[in-house]
Each structure stands twice: as C-alpha cells, then as structure tokens.
C-alpha cells in the first residue's frame, strides 16, 4: 500500500514558477514508475508527465514540454514537477499517481493503481 500526498500548489500569474512534491510512504518507492496528471474544471484528467522507478526513463506530454520537469528523489520518496512559464491554460487540480506495474511510464489512468488527494494550481493571466 502506498499513501500519496501533494504539495506546492497555489495562485500564480501567468509566466511564473511552481515546484509541485508528492510526497510517497513505503520503503519501495524506486520500485513504482510514477506520474502527474492534471484535471481543470469540465475537462478530462489529463497526463502531464511520467518517470519510471530509477528516474532513467521521463516523458513529459506536448502541452508542457519545455516547460515542466518531472523529476524524483528515491532517497526522499519524493516525486517533483517544476513548473515553469506557466499559463492560465495550466489551471487545474493537479494529481500525483504511482503504478506498482508500469516498467516505465504510462499516459493512461488506468494504469496507475495509487493517488494522491490532488493540489489546486491557479494561473491568472
């Protein structure tokens, strides 16, 4: 069982920087590939970027690429999204998920089988 809990969300206008933690409990974490998706309000979550276990394999979707970097601390259990030049586009609630099968990543939702509660990232323009 793993338990996930996001932070660092938050109100930020338009071209400014976030840095969301997923924080993991359990002493497998390197063991589960992990992944960011996003929900705005009326819209489908959508997957924002994926990392495997070792941190070796990253994807990140078109929508974000070039400006958000996902990234993990085994050491920390911790999983990282740096958000950069954000856009009020970016605005939604924003999920952090394990998979205890993926060998690297996976867009789909359904492949993850943990999630975190989600945190609010508001960009204004």
């Known amino acids: 069982q793993v338990q996930l809990v996001e932070s660092g969300g938050g109100l930020v206008q338009a071209g400014g920087s976030l840095r969301l933690s997923c924080a993991a409990s359990?002493?497998?974490?390197?063991?589960?590939?992990m992944a960011w998706f996003r929900q705005a309000p009326g819209k489908e979550r959508e997957f924002v970027a994926g990392?495997?276990?070792?941190?070796?394999?990253?994807y990140h979707a078109e929508s974000v690429k070039g400006r958000f970097t996902i990234s993990r601390d085994n050491a920390k259990n911790t999983v990282y999204l740096q958000m950069n030049s954000l856009k009020p586009e970016d605005t939604a609630v924003y999920y952090c998920?394990?998979?205890?099968?993926?060998?690297?990543?996976?867009?789909?939702?359904?492949?993850?089988?943990?999630w975190g509660q989600g945190t609010q990232v508001t960009v204004s323009s």
């Open positions: 998920a394990a998979s205890s099968w993926v060998a690297n990543w996976s867009p789909l939702k359904s492949n993850y089988n943990y």
């Open positions: 359990g002493r497998t974490f390197s063991s589960y590939a």
């Open positions: 990392i495997s276990g070792s941190g070796e394999h990253i």
